[in-house]
């Protein structure tokens, strides 16, 4: 079994800088709470070779409809866009953009109309912000797009939304009006295709890089202390 309990080069995913970069509210702490929560949680992942999975039907509708948001901002740019497959990693961090071609593009896809920033004006979760500039360190790249995207929900997860309103509000069957408004909520072919995309338009940042550069030093340290004091507890395990 693959070990680690030392972190010195560890490398963080894009994805989980916005964990890293949290302020804290303490004078004498450096790294804020919600960034040790995480942490100590990514240890014991990487210490005892176990992932921590993470379930929602948020997640579930992006990884399943994925290709469909890709084909949706290729319609609305009337311009191909291919999902890139290639990992980038450097001496801190690691990520996989959804997209290369002239910018990094990174693909969100709203859960509902309710969840889709159609009138925001900033990003709506700063996580994202910063994970599009560990992908702009990563490949040198200047600019970049957060794209959120409203496709059809699958019926799959329609159906799933169906049992647990069924399951919340008592009923052994779901009511024919109360099932049709949960598709219609679900299912979005009515909208304008341009009206079911939304970019935001992020420029690179070199003092944010740099930043998180020394963010990530900070929580090696972390880490590490982490494994010193478990080493103290159980030498013989781990």
């Not at 948001?69 to 450097?90: A, D, G, H, M, P």
Request: charged residues 35%; glycine residues 2%; negative net charge.
């Amino acid at each position: 079994m693959d070990r680690r309990t030392d972190f010195t080069d560890y490398k963080f995913r894009c994805s989980s800088l916005g964990k890293l970069m949290t302020t804290s509210r303490s004078k004498t702490e450096v790294l804020s709470k919600t960034t040790q929560t995480y942490l100590k949680q990514l240890h014991t992942e990487e210490v005892f070779n176990r992932r921590f999975e993470i379930k929602s039907k948020y997640l579930d509708k992006g990884i399943m409809v994925e290709e469909e948001s890709i084909t949706l901002y290729s319609k609305v740019k009337n311009e191909l866009f291919i999902k890139n497959t290639e990992r980038y990693t450097n001496e801190f961090i690691t990520g996989e953009p959804d997209n290369i071609d002239g910018k990094i593009r990174d693909i969100k896809s709203s859960w509902s109309f309710e969840t889709f920033p159609l009138h925001a004006n900033d990003i709506p979760n700063k996580d994202y912000y910063y994970q599009l500039q560990g992908y702009m360190a990563l490949t040198d790249i200047k600019e970049a797009e957060l794209i959120y995207c409203l496709v059809n929900t699958p019926d799959l997860l329609i159906e799933d939304e169906k049992r647990r309103s069924s399951w919340k509000l008592g009923f052994l069957e779901l009511p024919v009006d109360l099932a049709m408004e949960i598709e219609n909520n679900m299912r979005f072919e009515d909208i304008p295709e341009q009206m079911r995309v939304k970019v935001f338009e992020v420029k690179r940042d070199d003092a944010v890089i740099d930043s998180i550069y020394e963010r990530v030093e900070l929580c090696r340290d972390y880490l590490n202390d982490l494994s010193i004091e478990l080493l103290e507890k159980i030498p013989l395990a781990i």
